[in-house]
T-cell receptor, first 113, second 115 residues
Framework: GNSVTQMEGPVTLSEEAFLTINCTYT??????LFWYVQYPGEGLQLLLKATKADDKGSNKGFEATYRKETTSFHLEKGSVQVSDSAVYFC????????????FGDGTTLTVKP | EAQVTQNPRYLITVTGKKLTVTCSQNMNHEYMSWYRQDPGLGLRQIYY???????DKGDVPEGYKVSRKEKRNFPLILESPSPNQTSLYFC??????????????FGSGTQLSVL
């Protein structure tokens, strides 16, 4: 079956530090990949996505590149802010298994001023 | 405003007492899905629906039922809740054009405690 593995958290950074959250996946088909963000007390919202190999998704200064050769979709941001504190989920949807989606365990990021 | 609305936001109940968590979306989305979020386990898919009267099991369907009689509504039913169903539940929806590229819109969540 499909699976998503995220780096374990929590992650604590100082403001303006560089952020990387690792995500690797296993899929039987050719998945679309997503990063979702969950702010305290809220539902998840899409941060960025990529639908084919070498695509780069980007939004709000965050980036992730779909690497088929390493089955990875690492999330990066050059300079984090306190407002980026949230839980980040890597996820995949498998076109061969329409309708099913698989999420990672989530990584909690805390940014300190 | 485009949104997915879940009710209730918080629910405390006792073992065996049937309950329904409602989910409604106003975006005319074909696809809807239920997830549970547990510490250390991330989000796990319970059931999903690709259109009216079309539902299918996710990864953890045991103990849950769903129905999709109307496009906008996708209630989650716990016929006989047990303490291991204590969790944070999310409903989500998206367009469905035959691909899995569309983003999911999530509700705000329902925190369920089964005593």
């Amino acid at each position: 079956g499909n699976s998503v593995t995220q780096m374990e958290g929590p992650v604590t950074l100082s403001e303006e530090a560089f952020l990387t959250i690792n995500c690797t996946y296993t899929a039987t088909g050719y998945p679309s990949l997503f990063w979702y963000v969950q702010y305290p007390g809220e539902g998840l919202q899409l941060l960025l996505k990529a639908t084919k190999a070498d695509d780069k998704g980007s939004n709000k200064g965050f980036e992730a590149t779909y690497r088929k050769e390493t089955t990875s979709f690492h999330l990066e941001k050059g300079s984090v802010q306190v407002s980026d504190s949230a839980v980040y989920f890597c996820a995949l949807s498998d076109r061969g298994n329409a309708g099913k989606s698989t999420f990672g365990d989530g990584t909690t990021l805390t940014v300190k001023p | 405003e485009a949104q997915v609305t879940q009710n209730p936001r918080y629910l405390i109940t006792v073992t065996g007492k049937k309950l329904t968590v409602t989910c409604s979306q106003n975006m005319n989305h074909e696809y809807m899905s239920w997830y549970r979020q547990d510490p250390g386990l991330g989000l796990r898919q319970i059931y999903y629906s690709m259109n009216v009267e079309v539902t299918d099991k996710g990864d953890v369907p045991e103990g849950y039922k769903v129905s999709r009689k109307e496009k906008r509504n996708f209630p989650l039913i716990l016929e006989s809740p047990s303490p291991n169903q204590t969790s944070l539940y999310f409903c989500a929806s998206s367009k469905w054009g035959g691909t899995t590229n569309e983003k999911l819109f999530f509700g705000s969540g329902t925190q369920l405690s089964v005593l």
